[in-house]
């Protein structure tokens, strides 16, 4: 990898954690920022660069998630901004449905390149992964004439009325929210650590989810069935392998649109350049957002030609849907993730993580299960001697890290697993140093 850095790569916290700056910035947040608008860090952002947040104080975090998987180039790549500006000062916006534009055209043509499948494919771009979501279920019921929508345990598909119902966990996401979209069918999913049978294979977990869609619903009935090849906020998932080609075969068989939430894997965060590709799946739709465009916000839908061409004219878009500065961000990026082999950075990570933490894993009883593809992996911690989820052990470890300056964040149905994603441009050193905090915290809590 071959990146300069603008800030040094050091942690560093000056005495008092939150400092007075972001204490102050608090107490106005408080005053005019809406309550349920949560953050997990205490402190307020001033200068990000490669692995390293600045805080308005001057401390120094290391970044372990990238602002949810978004800035995998780096928050402030070189590249990147300098495409934003140049097309800032062009136009910022015309909106795509009144005057188009080249560079949608450019990024469309890309994705068709680079996303899973070998046919004829059309994309659509929007502001965010849920819209991205909605519009792939839209287009698979004007595809298919058919209503029911499956989705699986611990999914997550966004905080929109249709992406929450597609959403597993109730709190936060949906509690109080309802009504929620009808015809959303829930199946249960492979979650290898957490099988009652512990020797089933992912071709018998897809039949299983098979079986009870056929009873359930009938396979005539479904128009779509998504999921996230990789689990994201449900806790880093990772299907037993067979689990995700039987369910697109089954799919196939019933004329259902199999849908592969690409949003938190998507774009060299799993060591591949989407998840699908890992067991070489070919989703008839894709729907990407976080990694895509280096912190920008844009969302797409990108999918079988016939599917999205089956939709009537207008009946697809959205005011700023691929804005023009947020795609110029997007083909810098992804010009970043081939010109840097990003995907195979990921893997780096992942071996790196596999070989310290599988090692600790060994002496400390509390790490249930280790896990993930990629710069995408997780830790799932349990009570000694089983496998109950101990989110109060989780929550301590991730605090004893913030503290010594390395933002990490948790995730999973239980709130019991630790997620690292960092940004891929980070170095290996401050990796190594962000390991060593983490397993300190592990020592001393678990
Ligand atoms: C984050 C996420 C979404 C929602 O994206 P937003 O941009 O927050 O709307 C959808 N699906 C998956 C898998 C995600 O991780």
């Known amino acids: 990898m071959d990146v300069t850095y603008r800030i040094e790569q050091k942690r560093q916290i000056n005495g008092a954690f939150p400092g007075p700056k972001s204490q102050a910035l608090a107490a106005r947040r408080a005053k005019a920022v809406a309550a349920g608008v949560a953050s997990s860090l205490p402190v307020y952002a001033a200068d990000v660069d490669g692995g390293i947040i600045v805080d308005v104080d001057g401390n120094q975090l290391i970044d372990l998630g990238s602002g949810i998987a978004v800035t995998t180039v780096g928050a402030s790549n070189p590249a990147v901004a300098k495409a934003v500006a140049e097309q800032a000062a062009r ?26 499948g070998h046919f004829e494919k059309r994309a659509v771009f929007f502001n965010s992964g849920a819209e991205a979501v909605e519009n792939a279920i839209k287009v698979a019921r004007v595809a298919t004439g058919r209503q029911a929508v499956v989705a699986f345990d611990h999914a997550y598909h966004g905080r929109t009325n249709l992406t929450m119902g597609l959403t597993a966990k109730a709190a936060p996401y949906k509690r109080g929210f309802g009504p929620l979209a009808p015809e959303i069918y829930r199946m249960p999913m492979s979650y290898p650590y957490r099988e009652e049978n512990p020797n089933i294979s992912g071709k018998e977990a897809a039949e299983r989810a098979i079986l009870a869609m056929e009873k359930q619903i009938g396979g005539d009935q479904i128009a779509a069935i998504i999921i996230e090849p990789i689990q994201g906020e449900g806790g880093f998932i990772v299907p037993a392998t067979g689990f995700l080609p039987r369910v697109a075969e089954w799919a196939k068989e019933n004329g259902i649109v199999f849908i592969a939430d690409e949003v938190q894997a998507g774009f060299a965060r799993s060591g591949a350049w989407f998840a699908s590709d890992i067991e070489g799946i070919e989703p008839d739709l894709v729907t990407v957002a976080k990694g895509i465009a280096g912190g920008m916000p844009l969302s797409g839908l990108i999918g079988r030609a016939e599917l999205l061409d089956s939709v009537h004219g207008g009946g697809l878009g959205g005011t700023y849907g ?39 894993q060994k002496e400390v009883s509390a790490l249930g299960d280790i896990r993930g593809r990629g710069a995408m992996v997780a830790i799932e911690f349990v009570k000694a001697g089983g496998k109950e989820p101990d989110a109060a052990l989780t929550k301590k470890i991730a605090e004893e890290c913030l ?19 960092p940004p891929l441009v980070i170095s290996d050193e401050l990796l190594g140093e962000a390991f060593d905090v983490l397993e ?3 020592r001393k809590h678990a």
């Open 91 to 116: 136009f910022t916006h015309t909106c795509f449905m009144v005057a188009p534009y080249e560079n949608y055209i450019e990024l469309a043509e890309k994705l068709a390149t680079i996303t899973p």
């Open 440 to 442: 300190a915290a592990i």
């Open 403 to 421: 503290a010594e300056g390395v933002l990490i964040l948790t995730c999973g149905t239980y709130g019991n697993v630790v997620r690292l994603l």
């Open 322 to 360: 691929g804005n023009p500065v947020a795609v110029a961000a997007a083909l810098e990026s992804i010009k970043f993730m081939e010109e840097q082999d990003l995907a195979g950075r990921a893997r780096q990570i992942e071996e790196q993580f596999f070989t310290r933490f599988g090692a600790i």
